[in-house]
C-alpha cells in the first residue's frame, strides 16, 4: 500500500509491546504520536536509532509526544532488545507485517545487490487528531531524533507548526521589501533636485 499522505487520517491499528500489553493507536487521540518503524531488532542501526529515541524520550515527553517503535519481531525479541539497552517506550510486534503494509513500509528491498521483502526505515508524526502531520520516509539515522524535535516544537525544520499561517509569513517579507525599495529610491530624488537647483542659478546668471 502507499504511503499514508500529510494531512490524511493514520491507519488505526491495534498491537502488542514487549510486556504483552494492548497499544491502540486512537486510544492516544489527544497526543502526538512518533510512530517509527525499523526493520530488526538488535541490528546496528536499529539499535542506533532506538538508543537516539531512549537519550531524547523525555524531550521528546516534554513536547507532548508519544513514541512507539514498530518492527515483525515478536514480543519476546522486543523485551530482549528493550530490556538489553533500557528503552523507555513501547515496541511494537507487528509479526504479521499488517500495520506495515497499512503505512507502505513494507516491500521490496535491495542490498548489495541481492532482493528482499522487509521494512523501510520511516517515521511517522502523527497529531492530535490522528492525522499524519509529516513524514520522514527512508530515514537516515543520524541526526533523526533531533529532526523529530525540531518539527514537534516548529522549529529549524522549514516548516510551519500546526495552525501556523505560513502566507502571512511571505506577506511581511513582501512589505519588508517593499520598505527596502522606498528608501534606495529617495536618494535618487534628492539628486534630481540638487541638479533642478543647479539649472536654475545658471539661468539667473
Not at 123 to 129: G, N
Not at 177 to 183: I, Q, S
Request: aromatic share 6%; with cysteine; hydrophobic share 35%.
Amino acid at each position: 500500500m502507499p504511503i499514508p499522505q500529510t494531512g490524511h487520517p493514520a491507519p488505526d491499528f491495534q498491537l502488542k509491546d514487549q510486556n504483552g500489553n494492548d497499544v491502540k493507536l486512537s486510544r492516544l487521540r489527544g497526543k502526538n504520536v512518533v510512530l517509527y518503524f525499523y526493520p530488526k531488532d538488535d541490528t546496528p542501526g536499529c539499535t542506533r536509532e532506538a538508543c537516539d529515541f531512549r537519550d531524547e524520550h523525555s524531550a521528546l515527553e516534554a513536547a507532548g509526544a508519544v513514541v512507539l517503535g514498530v518492527s515483525p519481531d515478536d514480543t519476546k525479541s522486543h523485551q530482549k532488545f528493550a530490556t538489553k539497552f533500557s528503552l523507555p517506550f513501547p515496541l511494537l510486534a507487528d509479526t504479521e507485517r499488517q500495520v506495515c503494509d497499512a503505512y507502505g513500509v513494507w516491500g521490496e528491498k535491495s542490498l548489495y545487490g541481492r532482493k528482499f521483502l522487509g521494512v523501510t526505515r520511516a517515521t511517522f508524526l502523527i497529531d492530535t487528531e490522528g492525522k499524519v502531520a509529516r513524514v520522514w520516509p527512508k530515514v537516515k539515522v543520524d541526526g533523526h531524533v533531533k529532526e523529530i524535535l525540531q518539527s514537534l516544537k516548529g522549529g529549524a525544520s522549514g516548516e510551519p507548526e500546526a495552525g501556523e499561517k505560513a502566507p502571512a509569513k511571505k506577506a511581511a517579507s513582501k512589505s519588508a521589501a517593499k520598505k527596502v525599495v522606498a528608501k534606495k529610491a529617495a536618494p535618487a530624488g534628492k539628486a534630481v533636485t540638487k541638479k533642478t537647483a543647479v539649472k536654475k542659478t545658471a539661468a539667473r546668471r
